[in-house]
Protein backbone atom coordinates (compact mmCIF):
# COMPACT_ATOMS: atom_id res chain seq x y z
CA UNK A 1 0.00 0.00 0.00
CA UNK A 2 1.17 3.46 -1.16
CA UNK A 3 0.28 6.70 0.58
CA UNK A 4 -0.98 9.47 -1.91
CA UNK A 5 0.48 12.53 -1.30
CA UNK A 6 -1.28 15.59 0.78
CA UNK A 7 -2.55 12.55 2.69
CA UNK A 8 -3.32 13.34 6.02
CA UNK A 9 -1.58 11.49 8.74
CA UNK A 10 -1.74 11.99 12.54
CA UNK A 11 1.40 12.41 14.49
CA UNK A 12 0.80 9.32 16.65
CA UNK A 13 3.09 8.51 19.35
CA UNK A 14 5.59 5.73 17.78
CA UNK A 15 4.79 2.08 19.43
CA UNK A 16 8.80 2.13 20.35
CA UNK A 17 8.69 5.17 22.61
CA UNK A 18 4.80 4.95 24.48
CA UNK A 19 3.42 7.22 26.78
CA UNK A 20 4.12 5.36 29.88
CA UNK A 21 7.99 5.33 28.49
CA UNK A 22 9.64 7.96 30.50
CA UNK A 23 11.75 10.26 28.14
CA UNK A 24 11.98 13.18 30.33
CA UNK A 25 15.96 14.69 30.43
CA UNK A 26 16.96 13.11 26.98
CA UNK A 27 15.80 16.03 24.82
CA UNK A 28 17.92 18.06 27.26
CA UNK A 29 21.06 15.98 27.08
CA UNK A 30 21.03 15.59 23.48
CA UNK A 31 20.67 19.80 23.26
CA UNK A 32 23.69 20.23 25.65
CA UNK A 33 26.11 17.47 23.82
CA UNK A 34 25.10 19.11 20.26
CA UNK A 35 25.49 22.78 21.70
CA UNK A 36 29.29 21.65 22.63
CA UNK A 37 30.29 19.93 19.82
CA UNK A 38 28.79 22.59 17.21
CA UNK A 39 30.62 24.88 19.64
CA UNK A 40 34.14 23.51 18.54
CA UNK A 41 33.34 23.36 14.83
CA UNK A 42 34.40 27.13 14.89
CA UNK A 43 36.76 27.39 17.31
CA UNK A 44 39.81 26.83 15.29
CA UNK A 45 39.23 29.90 13.31
CA UNK A 46 41.20 32.17 15.44
CA UNK A 47 43.38 29.49 16.24
CA UNK A 48 45.39 30.05 13.39
CA UNK A 49 48.64 32.30 14.28
CA UNK A 50 49.08 30.39 17.19
CA UNK A 51 49.09 26.93 15.85
CA UNK A 52 51.02 28.36 13.09
CA UNK A 53 54.14 29.27 15.46
CA UNK A 54 53.44 26.07 17.73
CA UNK A 55 54.00 23.40 14.65
CA UNK A 56 56.01 25.91 12.43
CA UNK A 57 53.56 25.54 9.82
CA UNK A 58 52.35 27.80 6.92
CA UNK A 59 48.98 29.57 6.84
CA UNK A 60 47.53 27.33 4.17
CA UNK A 61 48.44 24.24 6.05
CA UNK A 62 46.74 25.92 9.35
CA UNK A 63 43.87 26.49 7.42
CA UNK A 64 43.23 22.60 7.06
CA UNK A 65 42.48 22.61 10.69
CA UNK A 66 38.91 24.49 9.84
CA UNK A 67 39.15 23.10 6.26
CA UNK A 68 38.70 19.02 6.86
CA UNK A 69 36.45 19.47 9.76
CA UNK A 70 33.99 21.28 6.79
CA UNK A 71 35.01 18.27 4.77
CA UNK A 72 34.40 15.77 7.01
CA UNK A 73 31.21 17.08 8.18
CA UNK A 74 29.86 17.45 4.54
CA UNK A 75 31.09 13.29 4.06
CA UNK A 76 29.64 11.80 7.15
CA UNK A 77 26.43 13.97 7.19
CA UNK A 78 24.37 12.46 4.34
CA UNK A 79 24.71 9.08 5.77
CA UNK A 80 23.44 9.83 8.98
CA UNK A 81 19.70 9.18 7.57
CA UNK A 82 20.56 6.08 7.44
CA UNK A 83 22.65 5.32 10.54
CA UNK A 84 19.92 6.42 12.45
CA UNK A 85 18.13 3.84 11.39
CA UNK A 86 20.15 0.82 11.04
CA UNK A 87 21.64 1.84 14.43
CA UNK A 88 19.58 2.38 18.40
CA UNK A 89 19.44 5.83 19.82
CA UNK A 90 22.15 4.90 22.42
CA UNK A 91 24.40 2.87 19.74
CA UNK A 92 24.12 6.75 17.58
CA UNK A 93 24.77 8.85 20.67
CA UNK A 94 27.77 6.82 22.22
CA UNK A 95 29.09 6.82 18.56
CA UNK A 96 29.01 10.10 18.10
CA UNK A 97 30.02 11.53 21.49
CA UNK A 98 32.43 8.96 21.75
CA UNK A 99 34.28 9.64 18.37
CA UNK A 100 34.22 13.44 19.30
CA UNK A 101 35.66 12.84 23.21
CA UNK A 102 38.61 10.69 21.00
CA UNK A 103 39.64 12.65 18.88
CA UNK A 104 39.12 16.07 21.40
CA UNK A 105 42.08 14.19 23.31
CA UNK A 106 43.85 13.56 20.31
CA UNK A 107 43.76 17.14 19.94
CA UNK A 108 44.83 18.38 23.21
CA UNK A 109 47.92 16.07 23.66
CA UNK A 110 48.90 16.40 19.87
CA UNK A 111 52.74 16.33 19.95
CA UNK A 112 52.42 16.93 15.71
CA UNK A 113 50.23 19.10 13.19
CA UNK A 114 49.51 15.78 11.38
CA UNK A 115 47.99 14.39 14.93
CA UNK A 116 46.60 17.65 15.91
CA UNK A 117 44.50 17.43 12.23
CA UNK A 118 43.55 14.07 12.84
CA UNK A 119 41.60 14.61 16.08
CA UNK A 120 39.98 17.59 14.04
CA UNK A 121 38.78 15.26 11.54
CA UNK A 122 37.95 12.03 14.37
CA UNK A 123 35.85 15.21 16.35
CA UNK A 124 34.08 15.81 12.88
CA UNK A 125 33.18 12.71 12.51
CA UNK A 126 31.06 12.92 15.93
CA UNK A 127 29.64 16.51 15.82
CA UNK A 128 28.23 15.45 12.08
CA UNK A 129 25.53 12.65 13.32
CA UNK A 130 24.69 14.47 16.53
CA UNK A 131 22.61 17.29 15.04
CA UNK A 132 20.32 15.00 12.79
CA UNK A 133 19.89 12.48 16.22
CA UNK A 134 18.74 15.46 17.91
CA UNK A 135 16.47 16.30 15.27
CA UNK A 136 15.40 12.94 14.44
CA UNK A 137 14.68 13.09 18.61
CA UNK A 138 12.53 15.34 18.82
CA UNK A 139 10.61 14.82 15.84
CA UNK A 140 9.58 11.49 17.27
CA UNK A 141 9.00 12.08 20.74
CA UNK A 142 7.36 16.01 20.73
CA UNK A 143 3.90 15.79 19.68
CA UNK A 144 3.39 18.24 16.44
CA UNK A 145 1.62 21.07 18.23
CA UNK A 146 4.61 21.76 21.04
CA UNK A 147 7.28 21.06 18.46
CA UNK A 148 8.03 24.72 17.46
CA UNK A 149 9.30 25.73 21.28
CA UNK A 150 11.74 22.82 20.96
CA UNK A 151 13.11 23.31 17.62
CA UNK A 152 13.62 26.97 19.22
CA UNK A 153 16.06 25.34 21.56
CA UNK A 154 17.61 23.60 18.47
CA UNK A 155 18.13 26.85 16.75
CA UNK A 156 19.85 27.97 19.48
CA UNK A 157 22.89 25.22 18.43
CA UNK A 158 22.75 25.56 15.10
CA UNK A 159 23.56 29.69 15.40
CA UNK A 160 24.69 30.38 18.08
CA UNK A 161 27.11 27.85 19.34
CA UNK A 162 28.91 28.44 15.68
CA UNK A 163 28.86 32.81 16.63
CA UNK A 164 30.50 31.84 20.15
CA UNK A 165 33.04 29.56 19.28
CA UNK A 166 35.59 32.01 17.77
CA UNK A 167 34.48 33.87 21.29
CA UNK A 168 35.50 31.13 23.69
CA UNK A 169 38.19 29.97 21.91
CA UNK A 170 39.70 33.69 21.80
CA UNK A 171 39.29 33.85 25.67
CA UNK A 172 40.53 30.15 26.40
CA UNK A 173 43.78 30.77 24.37
CA UNK A 174 44.82 34.35 25.45
CA UNK A 175 44.25 32.85 28.91
CA UNK A 176 45.59 29.54 29.20
CA UNK A 177 46.89 28.13 25.82
CA UNK A 178 45.56 26.68 22.43
CA UNK A 179 45.47 23.23 23.89
CA UNK A 180 43.21 24.20 26.46
CA UNK A 181 40.47 25.01 23.96
CA UNK A 182 40.16 20.79 23.75
CA UNK A 183 41.35 20.47 27.08
CA UNK A 184 37.72 22.55 28.96
CA UNK A 185 35.97 20.69 26.58
CA UNK A 186 36.84 16.87 27.11
CA UNK A 187 35.60 16.81 30.41
CA UNK A 188 32.17 18.25 29.74
CA UNK A 189 31.73 15.83 26.78
CA UNK A 190 32.81 12.93 29.32
CA UNK A 191 30.26 14.17 31.49
CA UNK A 192 27.35 14.10 28.75
CA UNK A 193 28.85 10.62 27.74
CA UNK A 194 28.35 10.03 31.43
CA UNK A 195 24.29 11.38 31.48
CA UNK A 196 23.50 9.91 28.43
CA UNK A 197 24.44 6.26 29.60
CA UNK A 198 22.23 6.84 32.75
CA UNK A 199 19.04 8.40 31.47
CA UNK A 200 18.96 7.85 27.11
CA UNK A 201 16.79 4.97 26.11
CA UNK A 202 16.58 3.29 22.67
CA UNK A 203 12.92 4.80 20.82
CA UNK A 204 12.11 4.55 17.18
CA UNK A 205 12.60 1.19 15.04
CA UNK A 206 15.94 0.04 13.03
CA UNK A 207 15.84 -1.42 9.93
CA UNK A 208 18.28 -4.37 8.39
CA UNK A 209 19.21 -2.90 5.19
CA UNK A 210 22.77 -3.56 3.84
CA UNK A 211 24.47 -0.23 2.91
CA UNK A 212 25.00 0.56 -0.58
CA UNK A 213 28.56 1.32 -1.11
CA UNK A 214 28.56 2.69 -4.38
CA UNK A 215 26.20 5.65 -2.58
CA UNK A 216 28.56 6.14 0.42
CA UNK A 217 31.46 6.47 -2.42
CA UNK A 218 29.34 8.50 -4.74
CA UNK A 219 28.11 10.76 -1.42
CA UNK A 220 31.68 11.35 0.16
CA UNK A 221 33.13 13.08 -3.40
CA UNK A 222 29.71 14.63 -4.50
CA UNK A 223 29.51 16.73 -1.47
CA UNK A 224 33.23 16.32 -0.21
CA UNK A 225 34.15 17.78 -3.47
CA UNK A 226 31.52 20.34 -3.58
CA UNK A 227 32.45 21.61 -0.35
CA UNK A 228 35.95 21.70 -1.07
CA UNK A 229 36.07 23.42 -3.85
CA UNK A 230 33.65 26.40 -2.21
CA UNK A 231 36.56 26.94 0.02
CA UNK A 232 39.01 26.80 -2.66
CA UNK A 233 37.36 30.05 -3.96
CA UNK A 234 38.20 32.10 -1.16
CA UNK A 235 41.70 31.50 -1.77
CA UNK A 236 41.26 33.75 -5.19
CA UNK A 237 41.81 32.85 -8.79
CA UNK A 238 45.14 32.40 -9.04
CA UNK A 239 47.54 30.31 -10.94
CA UNK A 240 48.33 27.76 -8.83
CA UNK A 241 44.60 28.17 -6.85
CA UNK A 242 42.33 27.72 -10.03
CA UNK A 243 43.09 23.67 -10.46
CA UNK A 244 42.23 23.34 -6.92
CA UNK A 245 38.90 24.64 -7.30
CA UNK A 246 37.98 23.67 -10.78
CA UNK A 247 39.32 19.48 -10.35
CA UNK A 248 37.20 19.17 -7.41
CA UNK A 249 34.40 21.46 -8.41
CA UNK A 250 33.84 18.79 -11.38
CA UNK A 251 33.99 15.94 -9.67
CA UNK A 252 31.57 16.95 -7.03
CA UNK A 253 28.84 18.17 -9.79
CA UNK A 254 29.38 14.63 -11.76
CA UNK A 255 29.31 12.57 -8.38
CA UNK A 256 26.47 14.17 -6.89
CA UNK A 257 24.34 13.84 -10.26
CA UNK A 258 25.16 9.84 -10.35
CA UNK A 259 24.93 10.05 -6.62
CA UNK A 260 20.71 11.57 -6.66
CA UNK A 261 20.51 9.33 -9.73
CA UNK A 262 21.57 5.73 -7.78
CA UNK A 263 18.90 7.01 -4.29
CA UNK A 264 15.80 7.33 -7.02
CA UNK A 265 16.34 3.63 -7.95
CA UNK A 266 17.36 2.25 -4.76
CA UNK A 267 14.28 4.22 -3.67
CA UNK A 268 12.06 1.55 -5.56
CA UNK A 269 13.25 -1.00 -3.46
CA UNK A 270 12.56 0.89 -0.53
CA UNK A 271 16.38 1.38 0.49
CA UNK A 272 18.15 4.47 -0.72
CA UNK A 273 21.31 6.03 1.40
CA UNK A 274 19.32 9.63 1.68
CA UNK A 275 15.63 9.41 0.54
CA UNK A 276 14.98 12.03 -1.82
CA UNK A 277 11.40 11.84 -1.70
CA UNK A 278 11.63 14.07 1.12
CA UNK A 279 11.36 16.64 -2.04
CA UNK A 280 7.78 15.93 -2.71
CA UNK A 281 7.10 17.65 0.11
CA UNK A 282 5.78 21.32 -0.77
CA UNK A 283 6.34 22.65 2.36
CA UNK A 284 9.78 20.96 3.20
CA UNK A 285 11.35 22.17 0.02
CA UNK A 286 10.45 25.52 0.50
CA UNK A 287 11.34 25.71 3.69
CA UNK A 288 14.72 24.28 2.83
CA UNK A 289 14.98 26.77 0.15
CA UNK A 290 14.47 29.64 2.64
CA UNK A 291 17.23 28.20 4.90
CA UNK A 292 19.85 27.73 2.78
CA UNK A 293 19.61 31.24 0.97
CA UNK A 294 19.45 33.02 4.54
CA UNK A 295 21.85 30.71 5.82
CA UNK A 296 24.43 31.51 2.67
CA UNK A 297 23.43 34.95 3.45
CA UNK A 298 24.55 34.93 7.41
CA UNK A 299 27.74 32.62 6.89
CA UNK A 300 28.88 34.78 4.17
CA UNK A 301 28.58 37.78 6.16
CA UNK A 302 29.71 36.25 9.30
CA UNK A 303 33.47 36.52 7.08
CA UNK A 304 33.00 39.85 5.53
CA UNK A 305 32.33 41.42 9.22
CA UNK A 306 35.41 40.28 10.83
CA UNK A 307 37.20 41.67 7.70
CA UNK A 308 35.70 44.85 7.92
CA UNK A 309 36.40 45.32 11.32
CA UNK A 310 39.64 44.13 11.99
CA UNK A 311 41.56 45.17 8.75
CA UNK A 312 39.78 48.38 8.12
CA UNK A 313 38.39 49.88 11.38
CA UNK A 314 41.73 47.95 13.66
CA UNK A 315 39.65 45.69 16.36
CA UNK A 316 41.42 43.02 18.00
CA UNK A 317 39.84 39.62 17.44
CA UNK A 318 38.87 39.53 21.36
CA UNK A 319 37.14 42.65 20.16
CA UNK A 320 35.33 41.50 17.32
CA UNK A 321 34.11 38.78 19.43
CA UNK A 322 32.24 41.09 22.00
CA UNK A 323 31.05 43.07 19.32
CA UNK A 324 28.95 40.19 17.76
CA UNK A 325 28.38 38.54 21.23
CA UNK A 326 25.11 40.83 22.33
CA UNK A 327 24.01 39.40 18.45
CA UNK A 328 24.39 36.01 19.48
CA UNK A 329 22.92 36.41 23.20
CA UNK A 330 19.66 37.71 21.87
CA UNK A 331 19.30 35.03 19.56
CA UNK A 332 19.35 32.55 21.82
CA UNK A 333 17.34 33.73 24.13
CA UNK A 334 14.51 34.38 21.21
CA UNK A 335 14.45 30.69 20.23
CA UNK A 336 12.39 29.28 22.45
CA UNK A 337 9.88 32.21 22.42
CA UNK A 338 10.06 32.17 18.13
CA UNK A 339 9.13 28.59 18.78
CA UNK A 340 5.94 29.18 21.13
CA UNK A 341 5.03 31.55 18.66
CA UNK A 342 4.85 28.89 15.91
CA UNK A 343 2.87 26.85 17.42
CA UNK A 344 0.40 29.15 17.44
CA UNK A 345 0.41 30.88 14.72
CA UNK A 346 2.23 28.75 11.98
CA UNK A 347 5.16 29.73 10.42
CA UNK A 348 4.49 32.26 7.18
CA UNK A 349 3.60 35.38 9.77
CA UNK A 350 7.38 34.62 11.72
CA UNK A 351 8.78 34.17 8.36
CA UNK A 352 7.75 36.30 6.24
CA UNK A 353 8.65 40.19 8.42
CA UNK A 354 12.32 37.58 9.63
CA UNK A 355 13.57 37.59 6.20
CA UNK A 356 12.31 40.96 4.90
CA UNK A 357 14.22 42.93 8.13
CA UNK A 358 16.80 40.69 7.38
CA UNK A 359 17.16 41.86 3.53
CA UNK A 360 16.73 45.47 4.92
CA UNK A 361 19.67 44.99 7.75
CA UNK A 362 22.23 43.59 4.90
CA UNK A 363 21.47 46.44 2.68
CA UNK A 364 22.13 48.60 5.40
CA UNK A 365 25.19 47.09 5.85
CA UNK A 366 26.22 47.90 2.35
CA UNK A 367 25.82 51.35 3.19
CA UNK A 368 28.57 51.05 6.07
CA UNK A 369 31.75 52.91 5.77
CA UNK A 370 35.11 53.30 7.53
CA UNK A 371 33.51 56.13 9.72
CA UNK A 372 30.60 54.46 10.86
CA UNK A 373 29.60 54.60 14.52
CA UNK A 374 30.61 51.29 16.11
CA UNK A 375 27.63 51.43 18.28
CA UNK A 376 25.28 52.03 15.06
CA UNK A 377 26.98 48.30 13.31
CA UNK A 378 26.59 46.52 16.88
CA UNK A 379 23.02 47.58 16.50
CA UNK A 380 22.25 46.60 12.90
CA UNK A 381 24.06 43.13 14.02
CA UNK A 382 21.92 42.47 16.85
CA UNK A 383 18.67 43.40 14.54
CA UNK A 384 20.35 40.97 12.02
CA UNK A 385 20.37 38.25 15.06
CA UNK A 386 16.89 38.87 15.49
CA UNK A 387 16.04 38.62 12.20
CA UNK A 388 17.54 35.27 11.68
CA UNK A 389 15.65 34.52 14.98
CA UNK A 390 12.44 34.99 13.04
CA UNK A 391 13.28 32.57 10.05
CA UNK A 392 15.71 29.56 11.05
CA UNK A 393 13.14 28.10 13.84
CA UNK A 394 9.35 28.38 12.26
CA UNK A 395 11.29 27.20 8.62
CA UNK A 396 12.65 23.94 9.90
CA UNK A 397 10.43 23.49 12.41
CA UNK A 398 7.82 23.29 9.47
CA UNK A 399 9.72 22.07 6.63
CA UNK A 400 10.33 18.52 9.14
CA UNK A 401 7.05 18.69 10.48
CA UNK A 402 5.82 18.13 6.93
CA UNK A 403 7.46 14.77 6.33
CA UNK A 404 6.45 11.25 7.33
CA UNK A 405 7.78 9.64 10.21
CA UNK A 406 10.03 7.44 8.41
CA UNK A 407 11.06 10.21 6.50
CA UNK A 408 12.33 12.30 9.47
CA UNK A 409 16.28 10.99 9.65
CA UNK A 410 16.49 11.25 5.98
CA UNK A 411 14.70 14.91 6.07
CA UNK A 412 17.12 15.86 8.76
CA UNK A 413 20.12 14.48 7.36
CA UNK A 414 19.18 16.39 4.50
CA UNK A 415 18.88 20.08 6.26
CA UNK A 416 22.35 19.22 7.82
CA UNK A 417 24.27 18.39 4.52
CA UNK A 418 22.60 20.71 2.62
CA UNK A 419 23.25 23.71 5.17
CA UNK A 420 26.93 22.89 4.76
CA UNK A 421 26.66 23.47 1.11
CA UNK A 422 24.52 26.24 1.58
CA UNK A 423 27.36 27.96 4.06
CA UNK A 424 30.01 27.32 2.07
CA UNK A 425 28.50 28.89 -1.16
CA UNK A 426 27.27 31.96 0.42
CA UNK A 427 30.88 32.64 1.51
CA UNK A 428 32.63 31.69 -1.78
CA UNK A 429 30.00 33.83 -3.33
CA UNK A 430 30.47 36.89 -1.58
CA UNK A 431 33.98 36.72 -0.82
CA UNK A 432 34.36 36.42 -4.58
CA UNK A 433 32.72 39.31 -4.81
CA UNK A 434 34.78 41.21 -2.49
CA UNK A 435 38.14 39.87 -4.22
CA UNK A 436 36.75 40.89 -7.58
CA UNK A 437 35.21 44.61 -6.80
CA UNK A 438 38.06 45.11 -4.64
CA UNK A 439 40.72 44.41 -7.44
CA UNK A 440 38.65 46.77 -9.79
CA UNK A 441 38.92 49.58 -7.40
CA UNK A 442 42.62 49.53 -7.29
CA UNK A 443 43.07 48.95 -10.68
CA UNK A 444 41.41 52.28 -11.19
CA UNK A 445 43.80 53.62 -8.97
CA UNK A 446 41.23 53.62 -5.58
CA UNK A 447 43.35 53.44 -2.36
CA UNK A 448 43.69 49.95 -0.56
CA UNK A 449 41.49 50.98 2.43
CA UNK A 450 38.86 52.29 -0.37
CA UNK A 451 39.00 49.70 -2.81
CA UNK A 452 38.39 47.02 0.61
CA UNK A 453 35.91 48.67 1.37
CA UNK A 454 33.92 49.48 -1.99
CA UNK A 455 34.57 45.06 -1.87
CA UNK A 456 32.95 44.78 1.11
CA UNK A 457 29.83 47.11 0.15
CA UNK A 458 29.21 45.16 -2.84
CA UNK A 459 29.14 41.65 -1.20
CA UNK A 460 26.89 42.66 1.52
CA UNK A 461 24.43 44.19 -1.54
CA UNK A 462 24.89 40.53 -3.48
CA UNK A 463 23.64 39.36 0.40
CA UNK A 464 20.62 41.48 0.75
CA UNK A 465 19.57 40.71 -3.03
CA UNK A 466 19.82 36.85 -1.64
CA UNK A 467 17.58 37.72 1.27
CA UNK A 468 15.27 39.13 -1.38
CA UNK A 469 14.61 35.27 -2.82
CA UNK A 470 13.81 33.84 0.37
CA UNK A 471 11.09 36.65 0.88
CA UNK A 472 9.86 35.15 -2.33
CA UNK A 473 9.79 31.67 -0.91
CA UNK A 474 8.31 32.67 2.25
CA UNK A 475 5.32 33.79 0.89
CA UNK A 476 4.16 30.40 -0.15
CA UNK A 477 4.92 28.77 3.48
CA UNK A 478 1.98 27.76 5.23
CA UNK A 479 -0.15 30.33 6.86
CA UNK A 480 -1.40 28.23 9.59
CA UNK A 481 0.08 26.75 12.82
CA UNK A 482 0.09 22.82 12.36
CA UNK A 483 -2.08 20.38 13.56
CA UNK A 484 -1.85 16.43 13.84
CA UNK A 485 -3.75 15.63 10.67
CA UNK A 486 -1.77 18.13 8.30
CA UNK A 487 1.26 16.32 7.85
CA UNK A 488 2.43 15.90 4.33
CA UNK A 489 3.21 12.22 2.97
CA UNK A 490 5.42 11.82 0.16
CA UNK A 491 3.79 9.50 -2.27
CA UNK A 492 5.60 6.15 -2.92
CA UNK A 493 6.64 6.12 0.99
CA UNK A 494 4.98 3.07 2.98
CA UNK A 495 3.20 4.56 6.33
CA UNK A 496 3.56 2.45 9.71
CA UNK A 497 0.07 0.45 10.39
CA UNK A 498 -0.03 2.84 13.71
CA UNK A 499 -0.16 6.20 11.34
CA UNK A 500 -2.60 4.67 9.06
CA UNK A 501 -5.25 3.30 12.44
CA UNK A 502 -4.55 6.97 13.43
CA UNK A 503 -5.31 8.49 10.14
CA UNK A 504 -8.42 6.45 10.27
CA UNK A 505 -9.48 7.69 13.18
CA UNK A 506 -8.63 10.93 12.50
CA UNK A 507 -10.77 10.96 9.59
CA UNK A 508 -13.67 9.22 11.84
CA UNK A 509 -13.67 11.79 14.84
CA UNK A 510 -14.13 14.88 11.56
CA UNK A 511 -16.97 13.07 9.62
CA UNK A 512 -18.63 12.31 13.36
Known amino acids: MTASKGSPVTDSPPSSAPATQDTRGIIPILLLSAFVLILNETTMSVAVPRLMEAFSVEATTAQWLTTAFLLTMAVVIPLSGFILQRL ?18 LCA ?12 IIQASGTAVMMPLLMTTVLTL ?30 IQDALGWRWVFGLVL ?15 NFGETTKAPVDLPSVVLS ?18 GDGNIGNLLVPLAVGVVA ?25 SRTFTLALGIMMVAFGALLG ?14 LTPAQTGLFVMPGGIIMGLMGPLVGRLYDKVGPRVLVLPGVSVLAVLLFAFSRAGLDTPLVMLVVLYTGLMMAIGFTFTPTMTAGLNSLARQQYSHGSALVGTLQQVAGGAGTALLVTVMA ?3 ASLSGRGVGAEEAQMGGIELAFMVASVLALVAIALATMLPGRPPTADTVEVSADVEPSDEELLASEGGVSQARA
Open 436 to 438: VRG
Open 88 to 105: TTRSVFFLSLGLFSTGTL
Open 256 to 280: LGLFVRRQIALQKEDRPLLDLRTFR
Open 220 to 237: AFGFGGLVYALTQIGEGF
Open 301 to 314: SGILLPIYLQDLRG
Open 109 to 120: LAPAFSLLLLGR
Open 187 to 201: PIALTMLVAGALRLK
Open 142 to 171: VPINRRGVVMGNISIVIAVAPALGPTASGL
